[in-house]
């Protein structure tokens, strides 16, 4: 059975900090791994890593990718209380599904 | 361009009744998935629908069952309904063309269901 652990659960910080997010993973056959920001209802989708692209950027937020750690890393760099979100990691394994088996997420909270 | 659209936003209902939710992907979607996500974890997956047939299951009753219609949108069905089945559901959409092995998901607003 597939499984995603996300640390830490919680975090709160002050604007202008850089936060990293954990996220490691089990799974049988790997295909991707995403992130997304959870603010009310809908996760909004941030980065799609794979094997033939391990790391990625978008303004103040990147993310790696390590393949043989089985883990990922998301940065965000200059916080803003906008940042202030539950941060969900995701694994998709092969198979006809490609279902997404989610960790429990990493809430964050930017204070001003 | 609209993205995923899920209805009604918010549901209560009582111990075993049932309960139809609806969700209508991004245009040019053909894949419709299903998560329950309860307080404090992570969506869980439900189902998978690719050109109205089912992909995939997760590990939920058979009180739980979908199916997706010719304009790809898709309806969950729950019945008999527990207190534990208060959830917000969640809704994806993907592209899932057979030739991608990855396939990014773009999810709902969802419906928040309640069961007194």
């Known amino acids: 059975e597939d499984k995603v652990v996300q640390s830490p659960l919680s975090l709160v910080v002050h604007e202008g900090d850089t936060v990293t997010l954990n996220c490691s993973y089990e799974?049988?056959?790997?295909?991707?791994l995403l992130w997304y920001k959870q603010e009310k209802k809908a996760p909004t989708f941030l980065f799609m890593l794979?094997?033939?692209?391990i790391e990625k950027k978008s303004g103040r937020l990147s993310s790696i990718l390590d393949k043989k750690e089985l883990s990922s890393i998301l940065n965000i760099t200059a916080t803003q209380t906008g940042d202030s979100a539950i941060y969900l990691c995701a694994v998709q394994s092969s198979g006809s599904a490609r279902q997404l088996t989610f960790g429990s997420g990493t809430q964050l909270t930017v204070l001003p | 361009d609209a993205g995923v659209t899920q209805s009604p936003t918010h549901l209560i209902k009582t111990r075993g009744q049932h309960v139809t939710l609806r969700c209508s992907p991004i245009?040019?979607?053909?894949?419709v998935s299903w998560y329950q996500q309860v307080l404090g974890q992570g969506p869980q997956f439900i189902f998978q629908?690719?050109?109205?047939?089912?992909?995939g299951r997760g590990n939920f009753p058979d009180r739980f069952s979908a199916r997706q219609f010719p304009n790809y949108s898709s309806e969950l069905n729950v019945n008999a309904l527990l207190l534990g089945d208060s959830a917000l559901y969640l809704c994806a959409s993907s592209l899932a063309t057979r030739a991608r092995t990855t396939d990014t998901q773009y999810f709902g607003p969802g419906t928040r269901l309640t069961v007194l």
């Open positions: 245009s040019g979607h053909k894949s």
């Open positions: 629908y690719y050109e109205k047939e089912e992909r």
């Open positions: 799974v049988t056959n790997f295909r991707s």
């Open positions: 794979t094997s033939s692209g």
